[in-house]
C-alpha cells in the first residue's frame, strides 16, 4: 500500500499542539519552572523516557520525585510523578528538550526528540510486520504503546479476504469473549427461541464482540476488529479526550488492520454509534490511507457548544457525568475485564495499568473553562475540521438524543471534501440509529463503500434483528430488505444511491396507531438539504394575553410577562430512572412536568388554520429585562393538540450573558460564539434582545393544534440534560417583553416539501422522544 503523508489534517493538529503549551490554557502537566539549568554534574538519568508528538512520558522514578522539562538551559515545566513512578508531559512543541530531577544528586538525560507528526509517522513495515488473528491481542503503535484488541472473523484467514469495519473508543470494545445470549434469555424465552440451540447455530453469538455496533457489523458477515483506546482497558498508555496521541494511535490502528491479508480492498470501514461514532470523525480527520469509509452515528456537531456546554451553560446531567463515568472505568482495572485477563497471565495487560495515574481529570479540565476557548474548542469541534475528512460518510442521528443531543444535523454541510456524504435523522432518541431501518440503511452503505459490492441482504442479520429490536426497543421488528440489491454491478448501483438526495428523513417515528412508540416512521422523505431549499421563517409575536399573533405588536405600554428564576428546574428531567436504556423502549414512562407557578412564561397560539409543517432550528427572539447582571434563559416548544394533549416538540437555552451572536446566525439559527470577548453582563432592569436556539427538530401542527412556548430557567424539558447555572441569580426575575419596542417572537422554519404524511393526529404517547401530557392553561404574571 502506498504510504502517504499527513495534509491539512497534519497542519490542524501541529498548530494545535504548538498553540496550547501554556498553562493557564489549562492542558499543562506540570507548572511553569523557574530552576537553574541543569547542572554540569549532573548524573546520568536512572529513568526511562519515550516521546511521540507533542508528549514525553517519563516512566521508572522513584515515586513522587519532582522532575522538570528543559527546553535548552530553561525550565519549562515542573512535575512530579505518580506512586507508580511516571509523569507524562504534555502539548508540547516539536524540538529536543532534556527531562531533570530538581534538587541534590541531580540526574538528567541527554537530548530527546519530540517529533512533529509527519516525523513521527512510521515505515509501512511497521503496519506490514503486525499479524492480527482470530481474538484477543495487541497493536503496536508509533510510540510503542500495545493497544488492547479482539478481532473476530467471518471464517478461517485463508477463507478470505473480508469486508472489515474497526470500532475504537474508551468503552470495552477490546473485551473478549462476551455472551450475547446470557443478557438476552429473557428476550428468547419470550420469542420461544432456545439460546443453547442458537449458540449451536452461530457460536460467535457466545463468543462476540463486547460493543453493539461491532456485534451487528459481525451479524451482516463482516469482520470486526475492536480497539480500546489508549488508557483504557487492557491498552497501554493515558486517557485524555481525543488528544494528539489518541488521534494518531487511530491512524495507526486502521493502517495495521488495512494490511492484514484477510482484508478486502486492503481498506477498512469504521462503525459505532455515541462514543465510537465521535471517535470516527476524529480518526478520519488524520487521513489514513487504509480507511475507507466511517459510518459515524449519535454525534455532536461541537464537543463543546452543541453537548459540553450548549448555549455556554454547562450540561452536568449527560456531558460531565458522562466524562467523569469514563474517567472512573479508565483507571487502574476499571472496566472489570482487565483483571480477569491479568489472572489469565496477561502480563501486557497487568503492565499497562501502570500508566493510569496520569490519567487527564477531562472533568476538571472543562470546568476550567466559562467561556468557548477557540485554540482548543476547535481542535474538539467536528464543524471545524470537517474538511479534513477524505472518504465516503454516511451520518445519523436523533432530535430527541437525550444524550449527544439534536445538534448533528449542523453538520450536514461540514464535509466538503467527502466524496460521498449520506445523512439520516428522524425524532427518536440515541440508540434509534440501531433501528431496524437504520440497520438496513447501514448495511447498504457498508457493502457499497466498504464491501464495494452490490448490496445484499444479511440472513444472520435478518435472523438476529428481531431479537436486537425486543432486546433494544421492547418490540420485535424485522429488519427490512436493503437497497439497491437489483443493479448488475456495484458501480451502477454507486452511481444510483449517489444520485439519490442526500437527506432522509424518517417522518413520525413512533407515530403508527397499532406500533404507537416503535422505531418506525409513518414516512421517508429524501431531501437535497438541511434545512431543506424552501425553507422559510414564520414567525410568532407575543402578546399581553399570552398568546402568539403572526402580526407585530402595536401597543407601546411597556407590557411584558415575567418569571422568577427557579434554580431546581436545572435538575429537574422528564424522565427519573436508574435504567438509562429505558428510554430505548416503546413508550418510556416520561414524567413531564408542568412548569412550576411563577416560574415560567407560557404563550399559545390560536388553532391553526391549516398544517404548518417544520424541518430545522427555530429562534426565540426574546426581549429580556434582568434583574441580575446575568440571565440563563430555557426555551420549551411544544405543540397543543385538538384532542386535549400537548407533546414537546424540542428545547434550547442561553446564558444571557452570551448572547453576542456569531457571524454564521441566520434568522432561524442564533448561533453563538461563546468567546470570553463577546461576553456582556445583562443590563439590570432594562430590556435587551437574547436569541436563544431552539435546537433542531421536525414536526407537523395539523390544522387546529396550537403552537406553545415556555420561557423558563434552563431544565426540566430533557430527559438527562441538567445544568450548571451562573451564579448571581438567586432571587432574580426576568421580564419578557411584548410590545412595539420589545417585540418578542418565536421563529419557525416552514417547509412545503414534505407532503403526503398521515392527517390523523399519531398516538400520544407514541413518538419517539417526544413526551406527551395533558394540555393545562397556565396563568402568567404581568409586569407592574
Not at 419470550?190 to 464482540?209: E, F, H, K, R, V
Not at 485524555?240 to 495495521?256: M, N, R, S
Not at 480492498?265 to 469504521?270: C, D, E, I, L, S
Not at 466498504?450 to 418490540?475: A, K
Request: charged share 20%; proline share 8%.
Amino acid at each position: 500500500m502506498v504510504h502517504r503523508r499527513f495534509t491539512v489534517a497534519s497542519l490542524v493538529l501541529i498548530l494545535f499542539a504548538g498553540a496550547c503549551t501554556s498553562t493557564d490554557e489549562g492542558l499543562s502537566a506540570g507548572e511553569p519552572a523557574d530552576f537553574d539549568p541543569i547542572s554540569s554534574d549532573a548524573g546520568e538519568a536512572t529513568f526511562d523516557v519515550e516521546t511521540t508528538a507533542t508528549q514525553i512520558t517519563v516512566t521508572g522514578t522513584e515515586p513522587e520525585t519532582e522532575i522538570a522539562l528543559y527546553d535548552g538551559d530553561e525550565a519549562t515545566e515542573v512535575g512530579t510523578s505518580d506512586t507508580e513512578g511516571a509523569l507524562i508531559f504534555r502539548e508540547l512543541d516539536a524540538g529536543n528538550y532534556r527531562v531533570a530531577t530538581t534538587g541534590d544528586d541531580q540526574v538528567a538525560t541527554d537530548e530527546v526528540n519530540v517529533p512533529t507528526i509527519e516525523e513521527s509517522l512510521p515505515e509501512q513495515s511497521t503496519y506490514d510486520g503486525q499479524v492480527l488473528e482470530q481474538g484477543y491481542q495487541y497493536i503496536t503503535t508509533r510510540d510503542g504503546t500495545q493497544l488492547a484488541v479482539s478481532v473476530f472473523l467471518p471464517g478461517p484467514p485463508e477463507d478470505g479476504p473480508y469486508p472489515t469495519v474497526v470500532e475504537y473508543s474508551g468503552y470495552d470494545p477490546a473485551k473478549p469473549g462476551t455472551n450475547l445470549l446470557e443478557d438476552a434469555e429473557d428476550t428468547l424465552e419470550n420469542m420461544g427461541i432456545s439460546s443453547g440451540a442458537l449458540c449451536q447455530t452461530l457460536a460467535w453469538l457466545c463468543d462476540a464482540p463486547a460493543q453493539p455496533g461491532s456485534t451487528i457489523a459481525r451479524a451482516m458477515d463482516y469482520a470486526v476488529v475492536a480497539v480500546n483506546v489508549r488508557g483504557t482497558g487492557c491498552s497501554g498508555g493515558a486517557y485524555d479526550f481525543f488528544d494528539v496521541p489518541q488521534l494518531l494511535d487511530g491512524y495507526d490502528v486502521i493502517e495495521t488492520v488495512a494490511a492484514q491479508p484477510w482484508v478486502k480492498h486492503g481498506k477498512v470501514g469504521m462503525v459505532g454509534l455515541s462514543y465510537p461514532g465521535i471517535s470516527q470523525l476524529f480518526v478520519a480527520r488524520t487521513q489514513p490511507p487504509g480507511l475507507a469509509a466511517i459510518t459515524p452515528q449519535s454525534v455532536t456537531d461541537d464537543t463543546v457548544r452543541g453537548l459540553l456546554a450548549p448555549g455556554g451553560i454547562f450540561n452536568e446531567g449527560f456531558a460531565l457525568s458522562w466524562t467523569d463515568e469514563v474517567l472512573e472505568k479508565a483507571e487502574p482495572l476499571g472496566q472489570g475485564w482487565e483483571e480477569d485477563r491479568i489472572e489469565d497471565g496477561d502480563e501486557v495487560c497487568a503492565e499497562n495499568q501502570k500508566l493510569r495515574g496520569q490519567n487527564v481529570d477531562v472533568v476538571e479540565k472543562a470546568l476550567d473553562y466559562t467561556y468557548y476557548p477557540p485554540k482548543i474548542g476547535d481542535f474538539y469541534n467536528p464543524s471545524v475540521f470537517g474538511s479534513d475528512i477524505e472518504v465516503p460518510l454516511m451520518l445519523t442521528g436523533a432530535f430527541g438524543d437525550e444524550q449527544t443531543g439534536p445538534r448533528f444535523s449542523h453538520l450536514f454541510d461540514k464535509f466538503p471534501n467527502s466524496p460521498v456524504t449520506k445523512f439520516g435523522m428522524w425524532n427518536g432518541v440515541h440508540a434509534d440509529g440501531f433501528s431496524p431501518q437504520g440497520l438496513a440503511e447501514l448495511k447498504t452503505f457498508l457493502d457499497l463503500y466498504v464491501n464495494q459490492e452490490v448490496p445484499t441482504d444479511s440472513p444472520i442479520l435478518s435472523l438476529l434483528g428481531p431479537i436486537i429490536s425486543e432486546d433494544t426497543f421492547g418490540v420485535a421488528l424485522p429488519i427490512p430488505a436493503v437497497r439497491y440489491s437489483d443493479f448488475a454491478t456495484v458501480s451502477e448501483a454507486q452511481a444510483a444511491y449517489e444520485a439519490e438526495p442526500d437527506v432522509r428523513l424518517v417522518w413520525q417515528s413512533g407515530g403508527i396507531p397499532d406500533q404507537a412508540g416503535a422505531p418506525v416512521g409513518t414516512n421517508t422523505y429524501f431531501l437535497d438539504s438541511w434545512p431543506p431549499s424552501d425553507t422559510e421563517a414564520q414567525a410568532f409575536y407575543l402578546t399581553n394575553d399570552a398568546s402568539m399573533v403572526s402580526a407585530e405588536p402595536t401597543n407601546d405600554d411597556g407590557a411584558a410577562s415575567s418569571f422568577n428564576f427557579d434554580e431546581e428546574l436545572a435538575s429537574t428531567v422528564t424522565l427519573e430512572t436508574d435504567n438509562t436504556s429505558d428510554i430505548f423502549k416503546t413508550l418510556p414512562d416520561y414524567d413531564w412536568r408542568q412548569e412550576p407557578e411563577g416560574s415560567a412564561a407560557v404563550f399559545v397560539s390560536e388553532p391553526l388554520e391549516e398544517d404548518l409543517v417544520m424541518f430545522g432550528p427555530a429562534s426565540a427572539d426574546l426581549w429580556i429585562r434582568s434583574s441580575a447582571a446575568e440571565a440563563d434563559i430555557g426555551v420549551t416548544l411544544s405543540e397543543v393538540r385538538p384532542d386535549g394533549k400537548e407533546t414537546l416538540i424540542q428545547s434550547g437555552h442561553t446564558r444571557g450573558t452570551l448572547r453576542k451572536l456569531d457571524e454564521a446566525e441566520t434568522e432561524l439559527w442564533p448561533a453563538h460564539r461563546g468567546y470570553e470577548e463577546d461576553a456582556e453582563p445583562m443590563p439590570v432592569g432594562e430590556f435587551t434582545e437574547v436569541r436563544v436556539e431552539v435546537m433542531p427538530f421536525a414536526h407537523v401542527l395539523r390544522a387546529d393544534s396550537r403552537v406553545r412556548m415556555s420561557v423558563h430557567t434552563p431544565g426540566g424539558d430533557r430527559p438527562r440534560w441538567t445544568y450548571i447555572l451562573s451564579e448571581g441569580q438567586d432571587g432574580a426575575v426576568f421580564d419578557v417583553g411584548h410590545s412595539v419596542a420589545t417585540p418578542s417572537r418565536l421563529v419557525l422554519p416552514t417547509t412545503e416539501l414534505i407532503s403526503g404524511y398521515p392527517q390523523e393526529l399519531p398516538p400520544c404517547p407514541g413518538l419517539r422522544g417526544q413526551p406527551c401530557r395533558e394540555f393545562a392553561e397556565y396563568t402568567n404574571t404581568p409586569t407592574d
